[in-house]
């Protein structure tokens, strides 16, 4: 389940939310009853390792097997 980041646009207050994708998102403060807004942040997505370019993936045996075709 999506963690969601909201702010009170009255009162400031900060806070996350644990909320499914077909909840609907909150719209008032508890603490003030004011305005909330949904925080949108950087997705982050970090490669790490081997294997994320294309000659890494490949192995040798292709190229040997051409050479003997030819």
């Excluded at 609907?24 to 790490?48: H, I, M, P, Q």
Aim: aromatic fraction near 12%.
């Amino acid at each position: 389940m999506p963690t969601y980041a909201y702010a009170c646009k009255d009162c400031g207050s900060e806070f996350d939310v644990f909320q499914s994708f077909s909840e609907d998102s909150l719209t008032t403060c508890e603490g003030c009853e004011g305005t909330l807004r949904k925080k949108f942040n950087v997705g982050g997505v970090t490669f790490k390792g081997s294997g994320f370019y294309r000659t890494d993936s490949r192995s040798s045996a292709p190229a040997a097997s051409a050479e003997a075709t030819s």
